[in-house]
Structures are given as C-alpha cells and as structure tokens.
C-alpha cells in the first residue's frame, strides 16, 4: 500500500486567499483524522472522521476551517480566509477501527506557509 | 479533556548510553499509549505501544512501562544509536464505543551523540 497520501506537499500562500488541503486514506481504513503540527502548540487534532462521518470536530479552530469526507478514499481540509497564524505542517492520518486504540499512520504531511 | 504531560523537551546521551522519556495523563479511563519517532521533515511513525492491561513491553531496545495507579508511562532506549536522533512523542487515548481520542505530549528532541 502506498499509505495516507497528502496534497500538496508545499503550498505557500497570501493571506486571504483560500487553501484546500487533500488526504487519501489507507485503502481499508474507516477512520481519518486531521492534525497540525507548530513548534508552539505541538500536534494538535483537528477533526476525525468514523466511516466518513465526522464524529469530533472540537479542534477545529474557527470557522474559517472546514473539513469533508465525501467518500472512504478521499478527505479535504479547508481553509478560507487563510491567515498567517495557519501556517504550520498539516498531517492527514488514518487507521483501522479507530475506536479500539489501533495504530495510527501518517502522511507525509502538507506544509502551509500564508504570508 | 485529556492532558498529557512529557518530560524533558530535550535530551542529549552519549551513543551508547540509555536514554528515558516519561509522560503523565490526567483522564485515568485512557487505556491505550503509543510512542511516536518523527525524524526532522517527516512524518510521525509509531514506534511502540502499550494497553492498559499491560505494565511494561519491549521490542529490542526500545520499551515502554506503564503505571495506571501513578497516571505515568515511560520510553526506554537503551544503547542508543545516532540513527535514534529525532523528536518522540507520547500520547494516550481513550477507546470505547463510538469514541476515540488521541492526545499526544508536546515531544522530546532526542540527540545522540558520537
């Protein structure tokens, strides 16, 4: 398997422009998470989605970030209007029953600069 | 919510030495505690975890200890390596019905030393 596949790997952007960020999952896997990564904060979760429905969004900054799971293979994270404080490493992760603690896999993660 | 604490935020051993990174958890029905390794510009990749039905697990020379009593779990690695230099993470999760949460320390950067 070629594992969670993120897009872009790069993106550097204006402030205020819109930023969409995709995640294809492990194929098999019914949960899909979305962390981001600072020096200053860590690894915070986002949002993670059960069988495509998101089921705790509560990391969701503000409304300026959405998140959608139209299908098991495919998850986007946007961000509209992106600002300068977004900027930080966005990993996609997946795994296999995420309710019984099992491993979680990460992608290579997108790396977000708004300026 | 969970809070995990991770102690120290940098370490620096010998190669050769043995080097220990704890981790404390407030939410006491957390029951599940991976270690992630991420290298510098990669991702995070699990390393090694442990259940709460479990007091300590090895996988050559990494382990990890569990105390539920104490709220406190701990990364072993022993005769450390230069190709062990990276930043580690803990984290605990709470798995039941219809709910998973994962919550991960703010990381140890590791450096190994020749």
């Known amino acids: 398997d070629a594992g969670v596949i993120q897009s872009p790997r790069h993106e550097v952007t204006e402030m205020g422009q819109e930023v969409t960020l995709r995640c294809k999952p492990i194929s098999g896997h019914n949960s899909l998470f979305w962390y981001r990564q600072t020096m200053m904060r860590g690894l915070e979760l986002l949002i993670y989605f059960n069988n495509n429905v998101p089921i705790d969004d509560s990391g969701m900054p503000e409304d300026r970030f959405s998140a959608k799971m139209p299908n098991a293979s495919f998850s986007t994270l946007k961000i509209q209007p992106s600002e300068p404080r977004d900027s930080a490493v966005y990993f996609c992760a997946s795994s296999f029953g995420g309710s019984s603690g099992n491993t979680i896999y990460f992608g290579e993660g997108s790396w977000l600069t708004v300026v | 919510g969970e809070n995990v604490e991770q102690h120290p935020s940098t370490l620096s051993v010998q190669e050769g030495d043995s080097a220990v990174i704890k981790c404390t958890y407030s939410?006491?029905?957390?029951?599940?505690f991976p270690w992630y390794k991420q290298e510098l510009g990669k991702r995070p990749q699990l390393i090694i975890d442990?259940?709460?039905?479990?007091g300590e697990k090895k996988d050559q020379r990494i382990a990890v200890t569990l105390n539920k009593t104490a709220k406190h779990f701990s990364l072993h690695i022993t005769e450390t390596q230069p190709e062990d230099s990276a930043v580690y993470f803990c984290?605990?999760?709470?798995?039941?019905?219809?709910?998973?949460?994962?919550?991960f320390g703010k990381g140890t950067k590791l450096s190994v030393i020749p």
């Open positions: 984290a605990a999760a709470y798995s039941g019905a219809g709910s998973y949460q994962l919550t």
């Open positions: 442990i259940r709460s039905n479990v």
């Open positions: 939410d006491s029905a957390s029951n599940y």
